[in-house]
């Protein structure tokens, strides 16, 4: 019994802890409107045996800069105690319209790591996290998520996969 429940705890904890994510604060700008922003390097490695899915924005492809910097922006509005971001919601979907939001497929294998920098306005207070969606699945099949994406509605590839999300502070 004991060691059915220690199984069950070690199951929960690799399915649902398996990347090493870090954010570095790498400076701060204003943004066009004159408000404050921060930047921060976003680094997710993947220490796992299996690749990692992460569905990411299409709208970031339009609007990631020189400095491979994307601009993301609390998901949750109303919640007043802490702000989120994600990958999954660009600024500019956050902003638009309530559809369901087309992604690009992001394989992230074994031993690799994912950078990008993260640009975002200054949070006064409150506790800011990043809420990850992810994909694990050691059979995962790059080449039919890749057709799916390019066949289909820019979202269908994504009701062939489970996915986890998880949040993680940004200190």
Do not use: H
């Not at 994600?86 to 992001?106: N, T």
């Amino acid at each position: 019994m004991r060691l059915q429940f220690f199984l069950s705890l070690l199951i929960i904890y690799t399915s649902g802890f398996c990347q090493d994510i870090k954010f570095t604060k790498i400076g701060e700008s204003k943004s066009k409107n004159d408000l404050d922003e921060c930047i921060y390097r976003l680094e997710l490695y993947n220490n796992t045996n299996s690749p990692i899915c992460i569905p990411v924005s299409l709208s970031f492809g339009f609007t990631v800069n020189l400095n491979d910097t994307v601009e993301v922006s609390n998901i949750y509005p109303a919640s007043g105690s802490s702000v989120i971001f994600s990958l999954y919601y660009a600024k500019s979907d956050i902003e638009g319209s309530s559809a369901r939001y087309p992604a690009i497929p992001v394989i992230v294998n074994p031993n690799i790591y994912l950078l990008t920098n993260i640009r975002f306005a200054k949070v006064k207070g409150g506790k800011m996290f990043l809420k990850l969606k992810c994909s694990y699945n050691k059979k995962l099949d790059y080449y039919k998520i890749i057709s799916s994406f390019k066949k289909e509605p820019k979202y269908k590839w994504m009701d062939n996969l489970n996915f986890i999300d998880k949040k993680y502070p940004i200190l």
